[in-house]
């Protein structure tokens, strides 16, 4: 082999780390999943939640609306009555901030995962109530052209609480911080006001602080939906009008220091996760659980782990008759279809192992299934330039 061709070999395994770092970004910055990754993260993420260490009862109040509704009118597009729609009792939420608003025990964060879109004659106390508050970040969401619907009360503070997956098998598996580039997504919000530092985009990653994250993520569930069914974990949501009921001290005692969210919990919204239905409150409050405990981070470290498997992938890639090649034509010579097979499972093998230990480490995963087709490919073609050139 001439040196000028070892240093072809040299300039075409860093320009193809390069390549596949392009691409693990690009995926990463997609929001949905392939097949091969939603049983990875399954497998890995299984492996960590029994690991998974509860938060503090102490730390969180869950509230529950799913049976505190009030009827009222609904209009078609052009403003004229076609019945009625159930909403969440203004009422009772006016109640409830007014409660608290003569208090001095104050929460740590409210969330209020109730979407005010639509007009009700409680709307002027109930936005009274809210606008003493700066402690409260109110959801919203996007319509079908996926431009945002923002609540009512234009003078509180929002936060997008859309779950912008499309993936092919519909369910809430990563997570997004911002909504192009601008947007805040509600936990993110939740986690900036309890947290005053800088937070901005830089292309795939989202800087909080001194850290670096994927915008798009892997979630680590600390609390599970069976977690708050479960009385004696206490994590059980209390129904607002139960609440309600007990005495002002008493409320003031609940929420006192705590991250306080209103939403459903029992009834309508739900979504699949890894590991199972999961209402949406719960979601958010498990992303900003995420935030606060660091979990996902890109630093020297992922790049150098990472640099190193792809740079040893991008040498079986281009160096002609590696070990490992010469191992896989000699025992499959006679099996064309096999030894196509094997050579790209090989790929793939390395690939998961490269991608099992970022999740460990840094929480997160390579998408090796396109990734694996990308070097497969490369292979197959610098393989036949090779046999072109005599080279191989």
Request: include cysteine; charged fraction near 20%; glycine fraction near 4%.
């Amino acid at each position: 082999m001439s040196n000028r061709f070892k240093i072809f070999i040299v300039f075409a395994c860093i320009l193809n780390v390069g390549i596949l770092f392009l691409l693990s970004f690009w995926f990463m910055s997609l929001p949905w999943l392939a097949g091969d990754e939603k049983f990875l993260i399954w497998a890995t993420s299984a492996i960590k939640l029994q690991n998974r260490e509860l938060p503090a009862t102490s730390d969180i109040a869950l509230i529950n609306v799913s049976y505190d509704l009030e009827l009222i009118d609904r209009f078609d597009e052009y403003g004229f009555p076609v019945g009625n729609q159930v909403i969440t009792d203004r009422l009772k939420l006016y109640e409830f901030f007014a409660i608290i608003n003569e208090q001095e025990a104050k929460p740590k964060q409210i969330i209020c995962d109730i979407f005010f879109r639509d007009e009700t004659p409680n709307d002027d106390l109930l936005r009274g109530e809210l606008e003493l508050r700066d402690d409260v970040v109110l959801s919203y969401h996007l319509n079908d052209s996926l431009m945002p619907l923002y609540p009512l009360f234009d003078n509180v503070d929002r936060g997008l609480s859309d779950y912008l997956t499309m993936n092919i098998f519909e369910g809430v598996y990563k997570y997004q911080l911002f909504y192009q580039d601008s947007i805040k997504l509600t936990p993110l919000r939740v986690f900036e006001k309890i947290n005053p530092i800088p937070i901005r985009t830089a292309g795939t990653f989202v800087k909080i602080g001194d850290q670096w994250t994927p915008n798009h993520f892997i979630l680590n569930y600390r609390l599970l939906q069976k977690d708050i069914d479960d009385i004696e974990l206490g994590f059980n949501p209390i129904n607002l009008g139960e609440l309600l009921l007990l005495p002002p001290e008493d409320i003031a005692a609940f929420i006192d220091g705590k991250i306080v969210i209103l939403g459903d919990f029992r009834e309508n919204d739900f979504h699949e996760t890894i590991f199972e239905i999961t209402s949406g409150p719960l979601i958010l409050l498990n992303v900003l659980l995420s935030l606060e405990a660091k979990d996902t981070k890109v630093n020297a470290g992922f790049f150098i782990l990472v640099g190193t498997f792809f740079l040893f992938l991008s040498y079986l890639v281009f160096y002609p008759g590696d070990f490992i090649e010469k191992r896989i034509q000699h025992l499959y010579e006679n099996f064309k279809l096999l030894k196509q097979l094997v050579g790209f499972m090989n790929y793939f093998l390395i690939l998961s192992i490269c991608s099992i230990i970022t999740f460990f480490f840094f929480n997160i995963h390579l998408n090796v299934f396109f990734l694996s087709v990308y070097l497969y490919l490369a292979d197959i073609l610098t393989h036949r330039v090779y046999k072109q050139l005599g080279k191989a």
